[in-house]
């Protein structure tokens, strides 16, 4: 092969930088201008420099109650990521093995994914609205609905968290050595010490980037939200609500908030990931690299 | 599946069985058919809940009857014969709906047709340019970080260059290319489209490069010393092996795309119809069966394009 570097390769690194700057030019943006001064607008140039517009939602004078809404994306997130990583983790061993339906649950994942959003969405008010007039109609006349955060909100999350969950399970385990579990057994360890002692550790990098995906798509959740949340509403839907009537830098204030938690989450998860990958080769075994 | 494990279990079915039996008494009171239930049995749980049976409501729903303020359960064809209103009266013109699939179909081309040719060359990038693993993580990541970012902020981060005074209009005036503002910056098809890109070319690259990173280097070098261009391995070897990757991209985008409300909505000032836009209007009516009926609709069509492409490639052997 040639020696050096072809000249695609400089058209193709200009092309990534482009596309690069399409992608966070925009977001960047928007961040500057929530540092305006008070009589800053929705455009370059900006006026003055300050943080009038971000103290001004954490007074809660601004547009919606935004403390409550931070509070119930931030809890549902935790439980969503929580749900996700148990539930992808199990069904990842489980598929390493031949069992009955293990096609039906591959297909209702991919399916999952692929549906559109609102379709799912709808489906599942639809289903939570008979759910209640069943109810209302055999048990109890004054109840209100079983709709909610934790109820059809928590599993519209699911059906978006856990078909990339099961997906990041298949990558890991496409990479994963057998023989590493058969020599723990061979020394007597019990499957559940075998999971706990090899499997966990070796696959945790990835478990906690299966993590991050769970918290970060639920935070940020709107299409799947938008029908099956129920009476309150989740950061991206006030978000959303905003959207129709921008009239001033407070709605890039409150891009720049959500945006710092997803930014301090995904620091965080990268963070953790680089220090246990970096343990594991500090403290790998050396077999296989020769006699000392 | 362990391969020692089977050969020795055709070797000596005992001997495997017998070690299994040893290893803890309370594994072998649990078959593995049900450790395997146990493990798989919450995940299909959720998606049976959540996914598989809020589908038949969907669309059970879209045969009952409605009126101005609620459901009734009985069987209709109302939510279909609704939408369909006019279709055959206003023959050879396009009826409502199916126009908004018109506009729906157009939108989800363009789409696709920009998101597969960013999403092909970025992947081509960092799978064959860029040698050192901790570049291709590091560069990987970099196209990563916006996916776990809001999408809604996302969009109104355009609003600030695209608006009648936003920094591209400035700076085409500034310029003198133009005299006054350019109007459909914004609000328009242009800029749905301009987000629907931004949102989910990422959708488009994973795939892509995933599938270009198992294509064993030594067929280009093949083609090389067979003598072929740089165009004819591309042609001829590189994007027939990104098929897959292409194909499963593809149907990411495109699903996307169909059922947007969302991006089509804010990015078009509400003033775009598409295919998921009229279920959410039907609902925001309180029509269900009418947004069912739609659901219905969007779904089949949607199926009926995936089931084309993935004739294309099997999926399952892909993952």
Redesign the interface.
């Known amino acids: 092969?040639k020696e050096g570097?072809?000249r695609?390769?400089y058209v193709?690194?200009i092309?990534?930088a482009a596309?690069?700057l399409?992608?966070?030019?925009?977001?960047i943006?928007?961040y500057m201008?929530s540092f305006q001064g008070p009589q800053g607008g929705?455009?370059?140039p900006m006026n003055g420099v300050s943080t009038y517009w971000l103290t001004k939602l954490f007074q809660g004078t601004g547009i919606v109650d935004l403390g409550a809404a931070f509070r119930r994306s931030l809890l549902l997130g935790v439980i969503v990521m929580a749900v996700t990583v148990?539930?992808?983790v199990?069904?990842g061993?489980?598929?390493?093995?031949?069992?009955?339906?293990?096609?039906?649950?591959?297909y209702?994942?991919?399916?999952?994914l692929?549906?559109?959003?609102?379709?799912?969405s709808?489906?599942?008010?639809?289903?939570f609205?008979?759910i209640d007039d069943l109810i209302k109609a055999h048990w109890n006349e004054n109840f209100e609905t079983s709709m909610g955060l934790l109820t059809?909100g928590l599993?519209?999350h699911?059906?978006w968290t856990?078909p990339f969950g099961?997906?990041i399970m298949?990558a890991i385990f496409n990479r994963f050595d057998?023989?590493l579990?058969?020599a723990a057994?061979d020394l007597?360890a019990?499957?559940w010490q075998t999971f706990r002692h090899i499997v966990l550790p070796i696959i945790l990098p990835s478990v906690i980037g299966i993590g991050?995906?769970g918290f970060?798509?639920s935070?940020?959740e709107?299409?799947r939200s938008?029908?099956a949340i129920g009476a309150v509403n989740t950061l991206?839907l006030d978000?959303?609500g905003l959207?129709?009537t921008?009239t001033n830098p407070d709605?890039?204030a409150l891009?720049t908030i959500?945006?710092a938690v997803?930014?301090a989450?995904?620091a965080l998860a990268?963070g953790t990931i680089h220090m246990l990958n970096k343990r594991q080769a500090a403290k790998g075994s050396d077999a296989g690299k020769g006699l000392v | 599946?362990?391969t020692?494990?089977n050969i020795l279990q055709q070797a000596s079915p005992d001997l495997v069985r017998g070690?299994d039996m040893a290893?803890?008494a309370?594994?072998a009171r649990l078959s593995?058919?049900f450790?395997?239930?146990?493990?798989?049995g919450?995940?299909?749980l959720?998606?049976?809940?959540?996914?598989?049976?809020?589908?038949v409501?969907?669309v059970i729903?879209s045969f009952w009857d409605y009126n101005e303020y609620q459901?009734l359960p009985a069987f209709s064809g109302r939510g279909y014969t609704d939408t369909f209103e006019g279709c055959i009266a206003q023959l050879p013109d396009l009826c409502t709906i199916g126009k908004t699939y018109v506009k729906t179909l157009k939108l989800c081309f363009l789409v696709w047709v920009i998101t597969l040719f960013?999403g092909f060359?970025?992947a081509?990038?960092?799978a064959f340019?860029v040698k050192s693993k901790t570049w291709q993580m590091g560069?990987s990541?970099?196209?990563t970080?916006?996916f776990?970012?809001?999408?809604?902020?996302?969009?109104?981060?355009?609003?600030?260059?695209l608006?009648r005074?936003?920094?591209v209009n400035?700076g085409l005036m500034k310029t003198g290319l133009i005299n006054q503002p350019v109007e459909w910056l914004l609000f328009s098809e242009f800029s749905v489209v301009l987000a629907l890109v931004?949102l989910f070319?990422f959708f488009m690259v994973v795939p892509i490069f995933n599938s270009m990173i198992r294509v064993d280097r030594s067929l280009i070098?093949a083609a090389?010393d067979a003598g072929a261009t740089?165009f004819q391995t591309l042609v001829n070897v590189i994007i027939p092996l990104a098929k897959p990757g292409i194909v499963i991209g593809s149907?990411?985008v495109i699903?996307?795309v169909?059922?947007?409300?969302?991006t089509i909505g804010?990015m078009g000032g509400?003033q775009i119809a598409a295919a998921?836009k009229i279920?959410?209007t039907r609902?925001n009516a309180l029509q269900?069966p009418a947004?069912?009926a739609n659901?219905v609709i969007?779904?089949v069509i949607?199926f009926l394009i995936?089931t084309m492409m993935s004739r294309i490639v099997d999926?399952?052997k892909e993952?």
Not at chain 1, 108 to 112: E, L, P
Not at chain 2, 46 to 55: D, K
Not at chain 2, 148 to 160: D, E, F, H, L
Request: proline share 5%; net charge positive; aromatic share 14%.
């Open positions: 092969m570097r072809p695609s390769f193709l690194a092309f990534f596309y690069v399409f992608l966070y030019g925009p977001m943006a928007i201008l929705l455009t370059f148990v539930l992808s199990a069904a061993m489980a598929f390493r093995r031949k069992f009955r339906a293990q096609s039906i649950l591959f209702s994942a991919i399916a999952s692929i549906v559109p959003s609102i379709i799912t709808l489906g599942i008010s639809l289903e609205r008979i059809s599993g519209a699911l059906t856990l099961l997906l298949f057998p023989r579990e058969e057994r007597g019990t499957p991050l995906f970060t798509l935070w940020d709107l299409a938008s029908q991206p978000l959303q959207t129709t921008v709605i890039y891009g959500i945006s997803s930014f989450v995904i990268l | 599946m362990d020692s494990d070690s290893r803890s309370k594994a593995p058919s450790i395997s239930w146990l493990q798989a919450p995940m299909m959720v998606f049976l809940a959540f996914f598989l049976i809020p589908l409501f969907v729903v459901l960013i060359w970025v081509y990038f960092l340019h560069l990541l970099l196209c970080i916006p776990w970012t809001s999408n809604v902020i996302r969009m109104i981060a355009w609003i600030p260059l608006g005074n936003g920094l400035s931004h070319t070098e090389y740089g149907i990411f699903t996307i169909m059922g947007d409300f969302i804010v509400q998921g279920i959410e609902v269900f947004a069912a659901a969007l779904l949607t995936i999926i399952k993952l």
